[in-house]
T-cell receptor
Framework: KAGVTQTPRYLIKTRGQQVTLSCSPISGHRSVSWYQQTPGQGLQFLFEYFSETQRNKGNFPGRFSGRQFSNSRSEMNVSTLELGDSALYLC????????????FGPGTRLTVL | DAKTTQPPSMDCAEGRAANLPCNHS???????VYWYRQIHSQGPQYIIH???NNETNEMASLIITEDRKSSTLILPHATLRDTAVYYCIVINTGRRALTFGSGTRLQVQP
């Protein structure tokens, strides 16, 4: 069974731009969660989608948004990029969310210049 | 979710067992103990989880004390590929989001 895939793997943007990241979960997994990982803050939860609905949300500004499609694939969007948005963005899929183990993708490394 | 405490780093000789401790003294009755690891430049990888009984799978064993205030992850025969940061987390069954602390950086030495 194929794992979680994320595209692109690396991205360089400048301040003020926007970015869209994509995640394809493991086949059959309907829950997709997004995380931001930085050396200073560690792993921080962004949001979770289940059956095309946002089910849980972390403490991030409205510049961070996401959506999920009927095939469970998910995208997250960051608008008006700031230098502090530079991070590894991780997507994780699971059958039922945090109550079951989550399977992470390799991440998208975003650099904002 | 209960807070966890782990040593910042540990070394282990290749082929020997690696025992990684985790303290979660404020754990409540419906919280599970999960272990993940993250190898450099990769996404976190699920290892094992448990509620109150010891658990074993193909990767590791999880030993949870009877009072559930601490646990130990055991990698029975550590290899160089087990070098990673290991995260112990405690999750309420109703909570969806994972939060990782600083974890333990395990260095397996040849």
């Amino acid at each position: 069974k194929a794992g979680v895939t994320q595209t692109p793997r690396y991205l360089i943007k400048t301040r003020g731009q926007q970015v869209t990241l994509s995640c394809s979960p493991i086949s059959g997994h309907r829950s997709v969660s997004w995380y931001q990982q930085t050396p200073g803050q560690g792993l921080q939860f962004l949001f979770e989608y289940f059956s095309e609905t946002q089910r849980n949300k972390g403490n991030f500004p409205g510049r961070f948004s996401g959506r999920q499609f009927s095939n469970s694939r998910s995208e997250m969007n960051v608008s008006t990029l700031e230098l502090g948005d530079s991070a590894l963005y991780l997507c994780a899929s699971s059958l039922q969310g945090a109550r079951n183990e989550q399977f992470f993708g390799p991440g998208t490394r975003l650099t904002v210049l | 979710d209960a807070k966890t405490t782990q040593p910042p780093s540990m070394d282990c000789a290749e082929g020997r067992a690696a025992n990684l401790p985790c303290n979660h003294s404020t754990i409540s009755g419906n919280e599970y103990v999960y272990w993940y690891r993250q190898i450099h430049s990769q996404g976190p990888q699920y290892i094992i989880h448990g509620l109150k009984n010891n658990e074993t799978n193909e990767m590791a064993s999880l030993i949870i004390t009877e009072d559930r205030k601490s646990s130990t992850l055991i990698l029975p025969h550590a290899t160089l590929r087990d070098t990673a940061v290991y995260y112990c987390i405690v999750i309420n069954t109703g909570r969806r989001a994972l939060t990782f602390g600083s974890g333990t950086r395990l260095q397996v030495q040849p």
